[in-house]
């Protein structure tokens, strides 16, 4: 196992800063109620990195799925086609708009359905799409992991940054359905949606569609409404990702066949489940412990009395 770790090294240090920054971009997003939008956007690169692979299939090129340069067709493809999305949810769907999420989704079968029939066209595009879609993060190469992490890494230091901005910009689209002009937010809340495009785009090329989705919303969605504070929340979503992405891969590899990414996945939903109920139990014991105070108070008071 220990050797198994060592050949792994920066694919779980990529996985593991990739899923902290996704998770705390997933919880801006849910604020904002943008989660729908997200998926569409994540569905729109994914097509464009299996259209990117078409292409160097079409043309005959010799293409190594592991060396990826910044440049290389099927990681622009993903680029530019999330970037068309996120224009398409943008400024086709209008936020006065009734019943938006209805046209979201049907954007992402549009997205899903172009995906399966360049993949239909040209049928050794297969094994990229299972890969687009489930992701398998043992398969990643060193020279992948080594740009997602130099990603999130940047990305986790821009959001550290400018949180507080970050978060009040997300309260304020919540509330208002807009950024209010004045200040620094409307910028900086640029800057997030630019961060927040780019990281996911990144993550879909490299680890699929299943552990951006998962990283992005399920660890934000288990944790909503049981902390108080921007700070306790912000640092139980960056642990749970950050165990849960260790742990399930870790459980992939002495199972070996069990999948990285479903068991990432579960993982977040185990340890996300037992960070939720810590809170319960802690304050089931406060309020026992209050509850035991006050009889014991009431009973000696009675004895004073008589």
């Given at each position: 196992m220990t050797e198994l770790l060592s050949v792994y090294h920066w694919t779980i240090a990529a996985g593991v800063l990739t899923s902290v920054a996704l998770a705390l971009i997933g919880s801006q997003l849910a604020s904002r109620s943008q989660?729908?939008?997200?998926?569409?956007?994540?569905?729109?690169?994914?097509?464009?990195a299996v259209a990117g692979f078409g292409f160097l299939h079409l043309l005959d090129s010799s293409h190594d799925h592991g060396e990826?340069?910044?440049?290389?067709?099927?990681?622009?493809g993903s680029l530019l086609a999330g970037s068309g999305a996120a224009l398409l949810c943008e400024k086709m769907i209008r936020p006065?708009?009734?019943?938006?999420?209805?046209?979201?989704?049907?954007?992402f079968a549009i997205f899903l359905s172009l995906t399966y029939l360049v993949t239909a066209l040209v049928p050794s595009l297969e094994t990229h799409m299972a890969t687009q879609y489930f992701g398998d993060l043992a398969v990643i190469t060193d020279r992948e992991s080594q740009l997602s992490l130099v990603i999130a890494f940047i990305a986790l230091c821009l959001l550290g940054?400018?949180?507080?901005?970050?978060?009040?910009?997300?309260?304020?689209?919540?509330?208002?359905?807009?950024?209010?002009?004045?200040?620094?937010?409307?910028?900086?809340?640029?800057?997030?949606?630019?961060?927040?495009?780019?990281?996911i785009c990144v993550s879909i090329q490299f680890m699929g569609l299943l552990f951006t989705i998962s990283a992005l919303f399920l660890v934000p969605v288990i944790l909503s409404h049981k902390l108080e504070g921007l700070w306790n929340y912000t640092i139980a979503t960056a642990l749970i990702a950050a165990i849960g992405t260790v742990s399930?891969?870790?459980?992939?590899?002495?199972?070996?066949?069990?999948?990285?990414?479903?068991?990432?996945?579960?993982?977040f939903l185990l340890i996300g489940a037992c960070a939720r109920l810590m809170p319960a139990v802690n304050g089931f014991m406060f309020m026992n412990r209050r509850s035991l105070g006050n009889t014991g108070g009431k009973g000696r008071k009675t004895e004073k009395t008589s």
């Open positions: 989660s729908v939008q997200a998926l569409v956007i994540s569905q729109g690169s994914s097509l464009g990826f340069s910044l440049l290389s067709l099927p990681l622009a006065s708009l009734p019943a938006r999420n209805s046209h979201y989704i049907a954007l940054h400018f949180w507080r901005t970050i978060s009040a910009a997300s309260f304020e689209i919540a509330t208002f359905g807009r950024v209010l002009p004045g200040g620094s937010k409307p910028a900086v809340n640029r800057l997030f949606v630019g961060l927040a495009l780019i990281t399930g891969f870790i459980l992939s590899l002495w199972h070996g066949s069990l999948p990285t990414v479903p068991a990432i996945t579960l993982s």
